[in-house]
Nanobody, 122 residues
Framework: QVQLVESGRGLVQAGSSLRLSCAAS????????MGWFRQAPGKEREFVAG???????YYADSVKGRFTISRDSAKNTLYLQMNSLKTEDTAVYYC????????????????WGQGTQVTVSS
């Protein structure tokens, strides 16, 4: 089974950048879809960005143009590059795998990391 571990937590200033990493301990297959979600206090978990192994990428409107999702196949690691951070980006960020394919719904994802805290101050 695949296990995921996120890293890259931090307290940063608005307008700055941060890169999150998600290391997978098992094999990710071409039919799988990998994504980043986030959950702010008192809110539901929401889709941030997703990646097909074939190369297609997907973004929430709130982060489009600021965040970039990518993968290093040799290291079996997923990344989320976050630029121009805003205070509303503050949340716990999770990486996840949907073994069935593309979806933006958290309920469709099978495997989750433990999450990493990102706090953006004004």
């Amino acid at each position: 089974q695949v296990q995921l571990v996120e890293s890259g937590r931090g307290l940063v200033q608005a307008g700055s950048s941060l890169r999150l990493s998600c290391a997978a301990s098992g094999r990710i297959y071409s039919s799988h879809f990998m994504g980043w979600f986030r959950q702010a206090p008192g809110k539901e978990r929401e889709f941030v960005a997703g990646l097909r192994l074939s190369g297609n990428t997907y973004y929430a409107d709130s982060v489009k143009g600021r965040f970039t999702i990518s993968r290093d196949s040799a290291k079996n690691t997923l990344y989320l590059q976050m630029n121009s951070l805003k205070t509303e980006d503050t949340a716990v960020y999770y990486c996840a795998v949907n073994r069935q394919g593309y979806s933006r719904g958290s309920e469709d994802y099978d495997i989750w990391g433990q999450g990493t805290q990102v706090t953006v101050s004004s």
